[in-house]
T-cell receptor, first 116, second 112 residues
Framework: DTEVTQTPKHLVMGMTNKKSLKCEQH?????MYWYKQKAKKPPELMFV???????INESVPSRFSPECPNSSLLNLHLHALQPEDSALYLC???????????????FGPGTRLLVL | SQQGEEDPQALSIQEGENATMNCSYK?????LQWYRQNSGRGLVHLIL?????REKHSGRLRVTLDTSKKSSSLLITASRAADTASYFC????????????FGTGTRLKVLA
């Protein structure tokens, strides 16, 4: 199984709502990532989890709150978002995070988020 | 500014032609990867080239890496309509904080 799944595929939420994005992989990968991608732009790294611990937070606003309950699951909790947060949110995983060599990342299909 | 800048930003070719896209980066890298993204979907890994490699092939794909010029190119030979997608290079800095950064991307359109 080389698949990363994300739910939901689409999400529309108001600025006062609380919602969560979910990501799951069963490849035994120990590094998981959240990216944000605006239209016609490259993905931008938001968070990195390594062995279920948050290792990188790219100065993301606190209205985005990641959570890694176990090695297969990654959540992104959303609260009080702004319209400019509307984007495609991509989850990815890799075997492990290493400073010595780059790991191939496997991406999910993304959640398209619209904030009204 | 972006770690990876790609050119051209957009490329339109006829089916059967070759497509070449380039990626330039700024800092030392361990290796460089190319990904494809179909419209509004996740990214698919195409090929990885390590910093001590100069050229790599995978099917119709040929990637070159010139670390002295801090640049890489992706060649797709005998293109097909199904190759229509955005192509991104991705690099990880070899020094300092781990950071996996995507280039600006090339939007390829292959006309049938």
């Amino acid at each position: 199984d080389t698949e990363v799944t994300q739910t939901p595929k689409h999400l529309v939420m108001g600025m006062t709502n609380k919602k969560s994005l979910k990501c799951e992989q069963h490849m035994g990968h120990r590094a998981m990532y959240w990216y944000k991608q605006k239209a016609k732009k490259p993905p931008e790294l938001m968070f990195v989890y390594s062995y279920e611990k948050l290792s990188i937070n790219e100065s993301v606003p606190s209205r985005f709150s990641p959570e890694c309950p176990n090695s297969s699951l990654l959540n992104l909790h959303l609260h009080a978002l702004q319209p400019e947060d509307s984007a495609l949110y991509l989850c990815a995983s890799s075997q492990r995070r290493s400073g010595e060599y780059q790991e191939t990342q496997y991406f999910g299909p993304g959640t398209r988020l619209l904030v009204l | 500014s972006q770690q990876g800048e790609e050119d051209p930003q957009a490329l339109s070719i006829q089916e059967g032609e070759n497509a070449t896209m380039n990626c330039s980066y700024k800092t030392s890298i361990n290796n460089l990867q190319w990904y494809r993204q179909n419209s509004g979907r996740g990214l698919v890994h195409l090929i990885l080239i390590r910093s001590n490699e100069r050229e790599k092939h995978s099917g119709r794909l040929r990637v070159t890496l010139d670390t002295s010029k801090k640049s890489s190119s992706l060649l797709i030979t005998a293109s097909r309509a199904a190759d229509t997608a955005s192509y991104f290079c991705a690099t990880e800095r070899s020094l300092g904080t781990y950071k996996y950064i995507f280039g600006t991307g090339t939007r390829l359109k292959v006309l049938a």
